[in-house]
């Protein structure tokens, strides 16, 4: 399974940008999909999962109401549409995999996943 994140960019402070994850190699409804990031001199965190089979979907509490996770099946594609951006969003974001049998009935907002696409850089600056 590979993934691609994309759509990354600089934006101002309440602004919105969408991520893409695009999946190949196999069949998105299979899978749990994490999105994660790492701002300069922080470690890593989860952002939002969903559960591509059930449609399940986590969020830290940071971006709870900000940044919905959805998903399209059909074009093997995940999206990240992050609204009223903050500088405290500043990172680089990854989207991740796992199989949904091993993710369970909820995703985890956790790092074991099995399959790291490359990251993509989010700014947000005046």
């Known amino acids: 399974v590979q993934l691609q994140a994309s759509g990354g960019g600089w934006v101002q402070p309440g602004d919105s940008l969408t991520l893409t994850c695009s999946v190949s190699g196999g069949t998105l409804r299979d899978y749990a999909i994490g999105w994660f990031r790492q701002a300069p001199g922080k470690e890593r965190e989860g952002v939002s999962c969903?559960?591509?089979?059930?449609?399940?979907?986590r969020y830290i509490d940071s971006v709870m109401g900000r940044f919905p996770i959805s998903r399209d099946n059909a074009k093997n594609t995940v999206y990240l549409q992050m609204n009223s951006l903050k500088p405290e969003d500043t990172a680089v974001y990854y989207c991740?995999?796992?199989?949904?049998?091993?993710?369970?009935?909820?995703?985890?907002?956790?790092?074991?996943?099995?399959?790291w696409g490359q990251g993509t850089l989010v700014t947000v600056s005046s």
């Open positions: 969903i559960n591509s089979g059930n449609g399940n979907t």
């Open positions: 991740a995999a796992v199989s949904r049998w091993t993710a369970g009935f909820l995703c985890s907002l956790s790092d074991d996943y099995t399959y």
